[in-house]
C-alpha cells in the first residue's frame, strides 16, 4: 500500500552541524509527527548539505544521509532561519 508524502526542506541542528535537506512526511502529518515516531533512531534526508555549526561553512552535500535521533538538537523548516 503506498502512502501519499510530502517533501518538506528542513535544517537539524546537532552539536557539530547544521544540516539542511528534504525529509518525506505523510501528505497531512507535521515534522513533529515523524520525530515523534519512536520505532525510528534514523531519519533520512535528501539532498542534504552539511555545515559546521560554529561558522555555517559548508563541508560537503550528499544526495542522501541519515541522522540518529540522539544527535538532533532542533529541527525547523528551512527559511525560518
Do not use: Q, W
Not at 502512502?3 to 539542511?20: A, F, H
Amino acid at each position: 500500500m503506498y502512502t501519499e508524502k510530502d517533501k518538506v526542506r528542513v535544517v537539524m541542528c546537532t552539536s557539530l552541524y547544521k544540516i539542511e535537506g528534504d525529509i518525506s512526511i505523510t501528505r497531512g502529518s507535521r515534522i513533529t509527527d515523524m520525530l515523534n515516531v519512536k520505532a525510528h533512531d534514523f531519519f533520512p534526508l535528501t539532498d542534504a548539505k552539511v555545515m559546521s555549526a560554529l561558522d555555517g561553512k559548508i563541508l560537503f552535500t550528499k544526495r542522501y544521509l541519515t541522522v540518529h535521533r540522539n544527535a538532533i538538537l532542533l529541527v525547523f523548516p528551512a527559511g525560518d532561519e
